[in-house]
């Protein structure tokens, strides 16, 4: 269930039974001419609902701006520097250890938080090393799972686009926002003709050299090939992948 939907009582009770959370990490940056700009927090979103029925966990609410500095050619895209999401990240862990939380289980959306979602990570560990951490506050522990490395996703992609899945705007992560949001889907995928269809790949500095690489933001993908058919059949590997691995990182010592 999402913490935004539930009262403070049923939070209190949940925590009797577990101190284990999900959240759900993403971005708001370009994902080329046929995908919504919030694909990168739509994806965890989408998959973070119905794991959180699998395992019984709460949802936190999605933090759905990341580091996307590399974007910002583009209209529409939004960038938190990284010192400025490492305090995100610290703060919102920071508030729900208060009341209990101690297992932070995020759901990533996008390769371009990676690097610092784990230096958030090692700020949240420098407290209590360092001997900081305000409240007693027992040991906390933070993983970072990126939906789109589960390994179920990854046959299913390879089956069904091969090499034309790519690396940004991929036909794999559009086509789980088609599933979540099929009439929007159908909206922007409807007028798609895309030249080169597969994009070229490669890798970039800031946002100006992104955009003179990759003009229409693609990076190695063909996404006219996404379908919410195969969405809906994404994010169920991807649930079946995290629920195990939900499970096990509650339970370990
Ligand atoms: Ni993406």
């Keep these: 269930m999402r913490l935004q939907l539930m009262t403070w009582q049923e939070v209190e009770t949940y925590l009797k039974r577990s101190t284990g959370i999900i959240m759900p990490i993403g971005s708001a940056e ?35 701006v990341g580091m996307a500095q590399h974007h910002l050619g583009f209209p529409g895209s939004i960038t ?21 939380f101690d297992r ?14 784990k230096a958030a990570f090692d700020e949240i560990y ?10 007693n506050r027992a040991g906390l522990r933070c993983v970072l799972r990126n939906w789109f490395q589960c390994p179920s996703v990854n046959e299913i992609e ?19 926002t088609y599933f979540g949001y099929p009439e929007d889907g159908e909206r922007i995928s409807s007028a798609a003709k895309l030249s080169p269809e597969i994009a070229p790949e490669g ?3 800031d946002c100006e050299d992104y955009r003179r690489r990759f003009p229409d933001g693609r990076i190695g993908s063909d996404p006219t090939l996404a379908t919410a058919e195969i969405g809906e059949r994404l994010r169920a590997a991807a649930v079946k ?13």
């Design 104 to 117: 932070f289980y995020f759901v990533n959306g996008h390769g371009g938080n990676i690097a610092t979602v």
């Design 126 to 135: 420098s407290e209590s090393s360092l001997g900081t951490a305000r409240h």
């Design 203 to 205: 890798s970039f500095y």
């Design 158 to 176: 390879a089956t069904e686009f091969g090499d034309a899945n790519g690396s940004h705007a991929t036909a794999g992560e559009v086509s789980l």
């Design 30 to 64: 370009q994902h080329g001419p046929t995908g919504f700009i919030g694909t990168d927090a739509l994806c965890p979103e989408i998959v973070a609902d119905k794991l959180a029925e699998e395992v019984d966990a709460i949802v936190a609410p999605t933090i759905s």
């Design 80 to 100: 938190l520097r990284p010192s400025t999401l490492i305090s995100v990240i610290g703060d919102m862990v920071t508030s729900l250890a208060r009341h209990g």
């Design 241 to 253: 992948d995290l629920a195990a691995d939900y499970k096990k990182f509650l339970e370990a010592e």
